[in-house]
């Protein structure tokens, strides 16, 4: 990490930690990173007019008082939605606002101002090519909300506070090959999500679990047409993909939360995904799949542990069931999103999964599912199990699945067991790079190793009833040393002859004393 991107995440951090007050932390997160998106929004609509503006000798900022002024924020505007999909006025820019909530050393008033400006971005947006990308990207902004403060002045007061600070920073976006804003946006929802306990597995993958899966899905490619994930929560995992390859070429996601939904899309625009590159949805994915017949070249995900779902009959119609006969039980929609996955994954294409390890060898329709996806389909290509304890919120051992549908290793499953191979960090545990590289390159070349890695011949799946237990495929039993009946006996008999005295010299005691020993 460079000391630029380390100091970025620390004063970000520390402007979250210090003016939330007594806030829950979970519920000032939306502020701050809303806040620091407005601004992000705000320095890049400056530059681009500044950019449109150079051959006029002007700056963005210049505008408003010149002769001119309308015609030029006309076409400004046009320009700006077509290349960011959005337009800020001069007068509605982050910095225009932080100086005049603060002006002459004074705390003013600039709630309203405000309410009007957020507005105002989403509302420029309307009957656009982007609408969809905007649409309420703000709505968990409330500046209205009790717990900015009980007074309309406290809450100003506080709001005041936090784009002052924000102002001071520098987000050095005219370096265009730097990501240091979107990779300090990313590490502040992890710092957020390491302290929501169940909540943050709704939102957050930690990076080490993403790296993996993203490496997973990567391996033999340099470039991806598209990437998915069914439940993409604040986008993290799709953007970690990104980084394991030059080039993707969209990226499509669903998330049902609300506001976590927002959080991806802003999470996006902040890694300078442009609006036509990615396609991010609001709704249930098991429920209200939102992409149609399309096929994708990687997907990757994290879905809610063993969630529930209706797994009604209706669905045994859905193209993304029908096929195996049997649904996934209501309690337990683990291979209810394992399936929905399947369908959309395109031929030489490459699926990664994080499960619980349920999924491995609960019988009744998720055996029959299993089998049908082994023995029929031959789709399975790994299991790898993690260690216990490494995702926020939840400390049960998961394992995450590979699937492709034109396996080229198609005689056998590779189980690789890294559940004993991870760090401790406070209360977490975690893979550490070396971990990492393990799994990958044990992956890739398939690599038998004793009591971490086995490629299991399909047969001997069969034989196994299609059980995928990690254990009965890799042994990672350790043999305890044997016992030395003899040195045990003569240290009993040592014990046995300290007791005596110290019964003995307990009794002497009583005795001097006049008193009746215990002994």
């Known amino acids: 990490m460079t000391e630029q991107k380390q100091q970025l995440e620390q004063q970000l951090w520390n402007i979250a930690n210090t003016l939330r007050g007594k806030m829950d932390a ?70 225009e606002l932080a100086r005049r909530g603060n002006a002459d050393g004074q705390t003013k008033f600039i709630l309203d101002d405000l309410t009007k400006v957020l507005n105002s971005i989403e509302g420029s947006t309307m009957g656009s090519e982007s609408e969809e990308d905007f649409s309420n990207l703000f709505e968990d902004l409330d500046l209205t909300s009790s717990k900015l403060g009980k007074s309309e002045n406290a809450k100003n007061e506080l709001i005041v506070k936090v784009m002052s600070h924000l102002n001071q920073i520098d987000f050095e976006l005219e370096n265009s090959d730097s990501d240091l804003l979107g990779d300090a946006y990313e590490y502040l929802i992890g710092q957020f999500a390491s302290g929501a306990g169940k909540k943050a597995g709704e939102f957050y ?66 890694h300078d995904v442009h609006y036509r590159k990615f396609d991010i949805k609001n709704e249930d994915t098991l429920e209200q799949p939102q992409h149609g017949e399309e096929l994708f070249e ?34 337990k929609a683990d291979f209810a999103f394992v399936l929905h996955m399947i369908r959309h994954l395109d031929t030489g294409g490459t699926m990664a999964c994080v499960l619980p390890h349920g999924v491995l060898f609960r019988g009744a329709a998720e055996g029959h599912i299993r089998e049908l996806l082994i023995k029929e389909r031959n789709y399975l290509d790994a299991v790898i199990g993690l260690p216990a304890n490494i995702f926020y919120g939840t400390g049960i051992p998961t394992c995450i699945i590979v699937v492709k549908k034109d396996r080229k290793a198609d005689d056998d499953v590779l189980f690789i067991d890294a559940s004993q191979h991870f760090e401790k960090v406070k209360t977490q545990n975690y893979l550490t790079e070396e971990h990492i590289q393990k799994i990958i390159t044990t992956y890739r070349e398939r690599i038998t190793e004793d009591k971490y890695s086995y490629a299991a011949p399909l047969s001997e799946i069969a034989e196994n009833d299609y059980n995928l237990n990690i254990p009965r495929y890799v042994d990672t039993f350790e043999e305890e040393e044997p016992v030395d009946i003899e040195a045990v006996a003569s240290e009993l008999k040592n014990l046995e002859t300290e007791m005596q005295s110290t019964d003995d010299t307990i009794a002497d005691f009583c005795n001097q004393l006049g008193i009746q020993s215990p002994c």
């Open 205 to 270: 993958t930690p990076q080490q679990v993403s790296k993996v899966l993203a490496q997973l899905v990567t391996t033999g490619k340099e470039q991806l047409k598209s990437v998915y994930d069914p439940t993409c929560g604040s986008g993290s995992l799709l953007l970690r993909v990104a980084k394991e390859v030059k080039n993707v070429g969209a990226f499509y996601g669903q998330e049902s939360n609300p506001t976590t939904y927002n959080l991806a899309r802003m999470n996006m625009i902040m």
């Open 26 to 95: 979970d519920d000032f997160r939306d502020y701050i990173l809303g806040f620091i998106f407005y601004k992000y929004l705000s320095r890049k609509m400056e530059l681009y007019a500044n950019e449109i503006l150079a051959p006029n000798g002007l700056t963005y900022n210049q505008v408003e008082s010149h002769e001119q002024a309308e015609e030029l924020i006309v076409a400004i505007r046009e320009e700006a939605l077509q290349q960011l999909g959005y337009f800020l006025k001069p007068s509605e820019l982050f910095t």
């Open 298 to 331: 990687a997907i990757v995900a994290n879905p809610p542990f063993s969630a529930k779902w209706s797994a009604s009959q209706l669905f045994m119609t859905d193209d993304r069931f029908a096929p195996y006969g049997k649904l996934a039980p209501s309690s």
